[in-house]
């Protein structure tokens, strides 16, 4: 199982960004899906999660500026990122809970990080 994570750059304060991350691979279902980040020097931490059914939940510090969804046919999840703060730079991290077969739990897959820069 592989995931490839798109959509990071660099950004002006204010501005939005869209990551995109499609899982590939022997996938017979998917779990939770979501994004972490990374700051310089800073612990990894959640930055939203959603279920198989969409339910979702955020970071006190996104909540109302990003948005994750995911498409379900195409086994890949987003996340909308809007009114950018240069405290949201950070490197971003996909990951999936993936069943490989009807007959194996689920495991979780991470992609490889985007850079996500947020400065005048």
């Known amino acids: 199982v592989q995931l490839q994570a798109s959509g990071g750059g660099l950004v002006q304060p204010g501005g939005s960004l869209r990551l995109s991350c499609a899982a590939s691979?022997?996938?017979?279902?998917?779990?939770?899906m979501g994004w972490y980040r990374q700051g310089s020097g800073k612990q990894r931490e959640l930055v939203a999660r959603?279920?198989?059914?969409?339910?979702?939940n955020y970071a006190d510090s996104v909540k109302g500026r990003f948005t994750i969804s995911r498409d379900n046919v195409k086994n890949t999840v987003y996340l909308q990122m809007n009114s950018l703060k240069p405290e949201d730079t950070a490197v971003h991290y996909c990951?999936?809970?993936?069943?490989?077969?009807?007959?194996?739990?689920?495991?979780?897959?991470w992609g490889k990080g985007t850079q996500v820069t947020v400065s005048s």
């Open positions: 691979g022997s996938i017979f279902s998917i779990g939770d």
């Open positions: 990951y999936a809970d993936v069943k490989g077969s009807v007959y194996r739990p689920a495991s979780p897959y």
């Open positions: 959603i279920t198989n059914v969409g339910s979702t």
